[in-house]
């Protein structure tokens, strides 16, 4: 077994990529390397300066959207991305991205954030994640 | 535990209002520039901090020295090994 946190992010809500930006940073500080394989609506949060924008939040929350933005204003809560970087910064963290939604959705890599550096199948993720500690969806 | 006052903290970093991770990542970024042997102060108002911390500073080896409560948050204080 490999020290390693692989996730599959499949949301593009703002509230389900702090989780993920947040738990990426949890493995980067101790010490695991991180896999996020990013596909379908976890892509459109990727997109290029999405992340500015981007207010959406889960169906199952939705009347929560207006109140959690306010308060992560307020009480000046990093944006995802920020968070994501800073687990950039201090731990071996990988950003790849689906290459089957790529072609659904008529995306190259240069219309992503930088962050992503790679478009992978899902075959060479799941062959990864086998290897790792712990492998979450999101 | 030491008395705080009995400590020389070489570098003191303020995280209060800053959210989990918020705290442990200020801590590493702190900890990456510190020379060796020094000593690093970070004041959290976060709760997970209580374990997040003294559990990253095993992890990465360094030498916790305490949590110190004051008045809404914590100092917690490190000293670099290595």
Redesign the interface.
């Known amino acids: 077994m490999e020290d390693r946190m692989s996730i599959i992010v499949y949301s593009g809500t703002v509230d389900k990529l702090m989780a993920v930006a ?1 738990l990426a ?2 493995g980067a ?3 695991l390397d991180v896999e996020l394989f990013v596909t379908f609506w976890g892509l459109e949060g990727f997109r290029k300066d999405a992340y500015k924008t981007n207010m959406r939040i889960s169906k199952d929350f939705e009347d929560y959207g207006p109140i959690m933005m306010e308060q992560m204003m307020a ?4 944006s995802w991305m920020e ?1 994501l970087k ?1 687990a950039m ?2 731990g071996n963290v990988k950003v790849y991205a689906c290459s089957m939604t790529m072609e659904l959705f008529d995306m190259k890599l240069e219309d992503l954030e930088p962050v992503v550096t790679e478009v992978t199948g899902v075959a060479t993720f799941v062959d990864r994640a086998k290897e790792g500690k712990m492998t979450l969806f999101i | 535990m030491p008395e705080l006052t009995d400590i020389t903290i070489d570098k003191d970093i303020d995280a209060r ?1 800053s ?4 705290p ?2 200020e801590l ?2 702190g900890m990456k520039v510190l020379p060796v042997g020094g000593v690093l102060a970070v004041s959290s108002s976060d709760p997970g901090s209580a374990k ?1 911390i003294p ?2 500073i095993q ?1 990465a080896k360094h030498e916790y020295i305490g949590a110190f409560p004051e008045q809404g948050y914590t100092r917690f204080v490190a000293r670099k090994t290595h």
């Open positions: 947040t940073t949890g500080a101790m010490g009480k000046k809560v990093p968070t800073g910064e201090i | 209002g959210f989990c991770p918020g442990l990542m590493i970024r997040d559990a990253w992890k």
